[in-house]
């Protein structure tokens, strides 16, 4: 099934607080809502306005700050319109006019005969520009979904995967009464933002943080837990795989080697923690996270460890330990 196209329309409905909000509303030009924003960026027509239409961005919402403006209310004063002309002549998305700037009658009326939405917002224009990228860079990522849990471990996000019955829920159960917060379990949404951060939220927003004990049934994490055990949406910064134990496996006992795994064009470091009863799961994955809030912060502990034991060598303290065992026998 296609995706659903983004219009001007939800651009004007969208449910904005803080410094999201875009303040907008249209002016001129309603019968244009329906039409599709496709480039998640933005133009300022100040050259085409003045005649130039060679690489005129007309596919991308056009910015009109108080430069354009003075620009449009000269060629009202000169009585000029071609340019105008012209320039609605392309299928533009829709015009926006910050500083709650008012465009000519001319403007308005010629996007009304072109069903072009105007809109307006008190916002300046440098505001404007980078919340609707902001905004723009969220609504057109790319989108995946992945089974697992998504979890919050000392500010480090931690997606577990796995096979269904490995443990998963129940160890971001445990995560969550050890202080630790819940962002998704099940179904997550993976977004690549900026083109290298990896965001992950529940698919649902309903049901997102409710989690399946299996024994137990579905529960509910921020009534059980209060509001300070979930959040929304996390940055993906480790991916842990927990898998049977399987003894003719030799896993990673240095930790030497990194490992990563690319989702969305986005390589994320993954590590694989066997799983057996008696394993304190939940005390690995935060030992993880602090590990690799470490490694963000340029100490890597087994590059350390390495770099001990090869001073310990060249010291001639080995040899001697050796010698010194063999002469026991």
């Known amino acids: 099934m296609a995706e659903k196209k983004f219009t001007v329309l939800d651009l004007l409905e969208l449910e904005l607080s803080g410094h999201d909000t875009l303040d907008l509303k249209c002016i001129a030009g309603r019968r244009g809502l329906p039409r599709a924003i496709t480039i998640p960026e933005l133009n300022r027509p100040g050259l085409a306005l003045s005649g130039f239409y060679q690489n005129f961005q007309s596919n991308r919402v056009q910015l009109f700050g108080r430069g354009e403006s003075a620009y449009l209310e000269k060629l009202h004063q000169e009585n000029n319109d071609e340019t105008l002309k012209e320039f609605f002549t392309s299928q533009i998305p829709c015009?926006?006019?910050?500083y709650n700037l008012e465009p000519t009658q001319e403007f308005l009326e010629l996007a009304e005969e072109n069903c072009c939405p105007v809109l307006q917002t008190e916002l300046s224009s440098s505001e404007l520009s980078n919340r609707l990228v902001r905004i723009f860079s969220n609504i057109f990522a790319s989108k995946k979904t992945m089974h697992g849990v998504l979890v919050e471990v000392y500010g480090v996000g931690i997606f577990?995967?796995?096979?269904?019955?490995?443990g998963k829920s129940e160890t971001a159960l445990e995560l969550v009464e050890r202080g630790h917060r819940l962002v998704a379990d099940d179904i997550v949404e993976m977004r690549c933002v900026n083109g290298n951060i990896l965001l992950g939220r529940g698919s649902n927003t309903l049901i997102?943080?409710?989690m399946e004990i299996r024994g137990l049934g579905i529960i509910n994490i921020s009534q059980l837990y209060g509001v300070g055990a979930i959040r929304d949406q996390k940055e993906v910064q480790l991916i842990v795989q927990l898998e049977e134990w399987d003894a003719t496996k030799a896993y990673d006992r240095l930790g030497s080697e990194n490992h990563y795994k690319e989702v969305l064009g986005v390589k994320i470091p993954e590590i694989v923690?066997?799983?057996?009863p008696g394993r304190n799961l939940p005390i690995i994955i935060e030992a993880a996270a602090m590990n690799e809030r470490l490694k963000k912060m340029?100490?890597?502990?087994a590059r350390?460890?390495?770099?001990?034991v090869l001073k310990w060598i060249e010291t001639?303290?080995?040899?001697?330990?050796?010698?010194?065992?063999?002469d026991a026998y």
């Open 95 to 98: 015009c926006i006019f910050s």
């Open 160 to 166: 577990l995967t796995g096979h269904s019955g490995v």
């Open 208 to 210: 997102s943080h409710h």
């Open 273 to 276: 923690i066997p799983v057996r």
């Open 298 to 301: 340029g100490y890597n502990s």
């Open 304 to 308: 350390d460890f390495n770099q001990n």
């Open 316 to 326: 001639g303290e080995a040899k001697n330990a050796y010698n010194n065992n063999n």
